[in-house]
C-alpha cells in the first residue's frame, strides 16, 4: 500500500510541473595556452542527465536553455562550470596528471559497460556504516552483511572475490577474518571516498583478474584545488543509534608540490528496526591518511600515500563473534610519465603495501559460559603494476603491462573449555585450532589491450591476459593433510582471460557489444579454510585445494539514448559459468567441533560444471525543468546451478530505485523510494530462505547559506518500515532469534560541511 501511494505522489508531481524549452546550441573548447581544440571532453547540463562530447575540432551541440549551467570535464584538464550561451569557445586549463583513476573511460559517455558514481556525503546525509553501504542504491547492486560495520557489494551473481574491489587503481586490504568481518570495504571510511568505478563483467584485462567486474574505490584528491591551501570540516548525527561522525581534511596544492591530510572519527551505537528492536551494531573507527605528490616536470607525477584505520568494540549480528579489534594500514607509491614521446602516451608505475591485525572472540556471547574462543588473524597483502600506453597511430591505443599481486594471511584460534557433554570442566582445557595454516597466494599477470577508432563513431577494444598462480601452506592441520592424502604440495596455474567490444556513439545515441572470458583462481578460504564456519551457512567448510580456476564467459549488449529531456538506457547480460566453485555437503567429513550439534557433517568446497545468470538493468530518466528530474533504475538478475537443479544462493532480487531531486545552486530537495521485491528463487543446499518484499521512502533536503557551508537534514525510511535484504541474515550464536539481520527504521539525520 504504502508503494503505490509513493508512486501515486510521484507521479502526481511529474504531471504538475511544466516542463521549460530548450534549443540546441553549440560551441567549442580549445586548451587555453596552446588554443588547440580538445577531442573527448564531456559536457554536462547540470542538474539533468543530459551530456554530450566534443569532437576533433573540440565542437560539441547540446539541447539546452541559454545561460543554463554546464560542466565541461576532461581527463587532461581541469573542470569547469560556465553559464552557457550560443557559440561560445570554452578554454580549458591543463590539470595535474591524476593516479586514482582505474579506468579513463569509466563514465556513460566513454563505454557503457562501464561507469562512475559520484559520493557526496552532504547530499547523502545518512552516514554510512562503512563504504559497502554507499551501494545500496545503484542498480544491480545488493550488500551482504555480516553486521553494520561489516558490509560488502555483491553484483548480479557474483561476490567477493569474484569482484575485483581496488582502492584508487590497485591498491588492496584483503580481509584477515574468515567470516569476512574486515571486508576491503571497511579500510576507508566513506566519507573520504570521491567515487566509485565500477566495470560491469570480465570487458577489460588491465586491472588485475577480472571474473564478475572490476570496482574501484577512489579517495578524494587534492589535485582538483586552485594553488594555495585548501581544506575542510565536516561532521554528521544520526537519531537511530546516537551515531556521530567527524571530520578533518587539510592540504596545500602547488606547482610542485602538493600534499594532503585527513582525520576522522566515526562513533555508532546499536541501532532499532522499525519495530523497535534493538539490533547490535556498535563500533567506533579513528582514521587518517596521508598524500604527498611531487612533480618533477609538467609531464610527471610521483605521489606517496598512507593511510591507518583502527577500529574497535565492533559488534556483527549477523555472526557467532565479534571484533574487540581491527587495525589495518595502507601504504602506496605511484609514478606517471605523461607524453613521452609522438608514439609513447605514458608509463605508469605503481606499487602498495597493507596489513590487517584482527581479533574475533566470542565474549557477551550465549556460549560464552561452555567455550571461550579467541582468534587473532592477519592479513598482508602487496603488489604492484608498470603500465606502457603506446601511439602507434591517432585511432589506436595499446596498453601493455604486467602487474602483482602477493597474499598472505596466518592465524589460529584458540577455544578454553569449560563444559563438556554437560560436565563442567575444572580447569577447563584448552585446544589450538589452525584457520588459515599460513596460506598464501601469489599472482603475476601480463597484459595487453589496444582502443581502436574503426570508424568516425565507433571504437573496438580487444584485450588478452595470462595469470600465472603460485598458492600453498605452511602450517598444514594435520586433519588437513589426512584427508587429501599426504603433505599439501603447492600448487601452480596459468589462466588466460580475454575482452573484445564494438561500440558505437553519435548524436546522443550509443550501442555496444562486449564479450569477455574471464577467470578467477580459487581464493585462500576456498582452498584451505579447515572446519570453519565461513558465513554462508551454520556449516562448518573445508577447503579443496585441488579447485580448478572457475570461467566467465559473458555477453552483455547495453543501448542509451539522449532526447531532449529524456534519457533511456538499458543493459542484457548473460554469463555461461564453467568449474563454477560451490561447496557440498560431504557426508565422509563429520563435523570436528561440537560433533553432536546439527549439521552434523561439513561442506567441501567443489567446483560445479556449470551454471548460468542473465539478467537486465534498465534506467528511465526525466529532466523536468533544468532544477527538477526524476530518476529510475532497475535490475534484475536470474542465477542457476545447472549441477544441482536449483538457483545459485545469495542473488539479490528485482530491485528498483525511483527518485525526484530538485537542485538549485544553494539548495536541493531529494525525495528517494527503493523498491525490493521478494525473492523465492532460493538455494536450499545453502539453507537459503526465502525473503519478503518491501519498500522504503528517504527525504533529504540541504542549502549553502554562506559560501563554502553546506548542511543536510534528512527523514530515512519516512513510513518505519520493518525491513532486511535478502542478503543478510545472522547465524547460531548471534544473540538474535529471528535468524535475520533487520534495516534502521526511521532515521532523523543531519550532516554539515564546511570548505576552506
Not at 571510511?189 to 574501484?216: A, C, D, M
Not at 576456498?526 to 565461513?534: A, D, G, K, L, S
Request: hydrophobic share 35%; aromatic share 12%; glycine share 8%.
Amino acid at each position: 500500500m504504502k508503494n503505490k501511494v509513493l508512486l501515486n505522489i510521484l507521479a502526481f508531481m511529474i504531471v504538475c510541473l511544466s516542463n521549460a524549452q530548450s534549443s540546441k546550441l553549440s560551441g567549442k573548447i580549445i586548451d587555453e595556452k596552446l588554443n588547440t581544440p580538445i577531442e573527448f571532453a564531456t559536457i554536462k547540463l547540470l542538474n539533468t542527465n543530459k551530456f554530450t562530447t566534443s569532437n576533433v575540432n573540440g565542437e560539441f551541440s547540446l539541447l539546452a536553455k541559454e545561460g543554463g549551467q554546464i560542466e565541461i570535464t576532461h581527463i587532461s584538464y581541469k573542470a569547469v562550470i560556465v553559464q552557457f550561451k550560443q557559440g561560445e569557445t570554452i578554454k580549458l586549463k591543463a590539470a595535474q596528471i591524476k593516479l586514482n583513476e582505474i579506468i579513463v573511460s569509466a563514465n556513460p559517455l566513454e563505454d557503457i559497460s562501464q561507469s562512475g558514481i559520484i559520493n557526496d556525503p552532504v547530499k547523502n546525509i545518512s552516514q554510512p556504516r562503512s563504504v559497502g553501504d554507499l551501494f545500496k542504491d545503484i542498480k544491480g547492486f545488493g550488500i551482504s552483511k555480516r553486521g553494520a560495520y561489516a558490509s560488502e557489494p555483491v553484483f548480479r551473481a557474483f561476490k567477493f572475490e569474484q569482484l575485483n574491489v581496488q582502492y584508487d587503481g590497485g591498491m588492496k586490504i584483503l580481509n584477515a577474518c574468515p567470516n569476512r568481518m574486515d571486508p576491503i570495504t571497511t579500510h576507508v571510511i566513506p566519507e573520504e571516498v570521491e567515487k566509485i568505478e565500477i566495470v560491469k563483467g570480465p570487458f577489460t584485462v588491465r586491472f588485475g583478474q577480472n571474473f564478475g567486474g572490476i570496482i574501484n574505490i577512489v579517495t578524494k584528491s587534492n589535485l582538483k584545488k586552485d594553488i594555495g591551501f585548501h581544506g575542510n570540516i565536516e561532521a554528521g548525527y544520526e537519531s537511530n543509534g546516537g551515531n556521530f561522525v567527524s571530520g578533518l581534511t587539510l592540504g596545500y596544492f602547488g606547482k610542485k608540490v602538493d600534499f594532503q591530510v585527513n582525520g576522522s572519527y566515526r562513533d555508532f551505537g546499536d541501532y532499532k528496526d522499525g519495530s523497535g528492536t534493538k539490533v547490535p551494531s556498535s563500533f567506533e573507527t579513528t582514521d587518517y591518511s596521508l598524500k604527498l605528490g611531487v612533480n618533477p616536470t609538467d609531464n610527471q607525477r610521483l605521489q606517496f600515500s598512507w593511510r591507518q584505520s583502527f577500529g574497535k568494540d565492533i559488534k556483527h549480528a549477523g555472526l557467532p563473534m565479534d571484533s574487540p579489534y581491527d587495525n589495518s594500514l595502507l601504504g602506496g607509491i605511484d609514478y606517471k610519465w605523461e607524453k613521452i614521446s609522438d608514439k609513447i602516451e605514458s608509463l605508469s608505475i605503481k606499487g602498495f603495501y597493507s596489513y590487517v591485525d584482527h581479533l574475533m572472540d566470542n565474549k557477551g556471547r550465549p556460549n560464552f559460559g561452555m567455550v571461550e574462543a579467541t582468534s587473532p588473524v592477519e592479513s598482508w597483502t602487496s603488489g604492484g603494476k608498470v603500465e606502457l600506453v603506446l601511439k602507434p597511430s591517432e585511432k589506436i591505443r595499446l596498453y601493455v603491462g604486467t602487474d602483482l599481486n602477493l597474499i598472505d594471511k596466518k592465524g589460529n584460534r584458540t577455544r578454553k573449555v569449560k563444559m563438556m557433554n554437560g560436565t563442567m570442566l575444572m580447569p577447563p582445557k584448552t585446544f589450538e585450532d589452525k584457520i588459515w595454516q599460513d596460506a598464501n597466494i601469489n599472482d603475476i599477470g601480463i597484459f595487453a589491450e589496444v582502443k581502436f577508432n574503426v570508424a568516425t563513431f565507433t571504437t573496438l577494444t580487444a584485450g588478452i591476459r595470462s595469470d600465472f598462480i603460485a598458492t600453498g601452506i605452511a602450517d598444514p592441520a594435520q586433519d588437513f593433510e589426512d584427508l587429501y592424502g599426504g603433505p599439501i604440495q603447492n600448487k601452480h596455474e596459468a589462466n588466460i582471460s580475454g575482452n573484445i567490444s564494438l561500440k558505437y556513439q553519435n548524436n546522443g545515441f550509443q550501442t555496444q557489444l562486449a564479450l569477455g572470458r574471464g577467470i578467477r583462481t580459487a581464493s585462500l578460504i576456498e582452498r584451505y579454510i579447515n572446519h570453519f564456519t565461513v558465513g554462508f551457512d551454520p556449516y562448518e567448510y573445508v577447503g579443496n585445494p585441488f579447485l580448478k580456476p572457475e570461467i566467465n564467459n559473458q555477453i552483455e549488449v547495453s543501448v542509451l539514448k539522449n532526447f531532449n529531456r529524456i534519457q533511456i538506457g538499458a543493459s542484457v547480460f548473460y554469463s555461461f559459468l564453467q568449474d563454477y566453485i560451490s561447496a557440498e555437503v560431504n557426508t565422509e567429513i563429520p563435523r570436528k567441533f561440537m560433533p553432536k550439534t546439527p549439521p552434523l557433517y561439513a561442506k567441501q568446497f567443489m567446483n560445479v560444471e556449470e551454471a548460468r545468470q542473465t539478467g537486465f538493468e534498465f534506467n528511465f530518466n526525466v529532466s523536468i525543468t533544468n532544477a527538477f528530474t526524476f530518476t529510475s533504475d532497475f535490475a534484475y538478475t536470474w542465477a542457476e546451478n545447472l549441477n544441482f537443479n536449483e538457483p545459485l544462493p545469495q542473488i539479490p532480487p528485482f530491485m528498483a530505485v525511483l527518485g525526484l531531486n530538485f537542485d538549485k545552486d544553494k539548495y536541493f530537495l531529494d525525495l528517494k523510494s527503493r523498491i525490493v521485491a521478494k525473492q523465492t528463487r532460493i538455494a536450499t543446499s545453502f539453507m537459503e530462505q526465502e525473503s519478503p518484499s518491501f519498500g522504503t521512502l528517504d527525504f533529504r533536503a540541504g542549502v549553502e547559506p554562506i559560501i563554502g557551508l553546506s548542511v543536510g537534514a534528512a527523514v530515512l525510511n519516512i513510513f518505519d518500515t520493518t525491513y532486511y535484504e535478502h542478503l543478510n541474515f545472522s547465524y547460531k550464536n548471534a544473540n538474535m532469534l529471528s535468524g535475520k539481520i533487520y534495516e534502521p527504521g526511521r532515521n532523523f539525520t543531519v550532516f554539515i560541511k564546511y570548505n576552506f
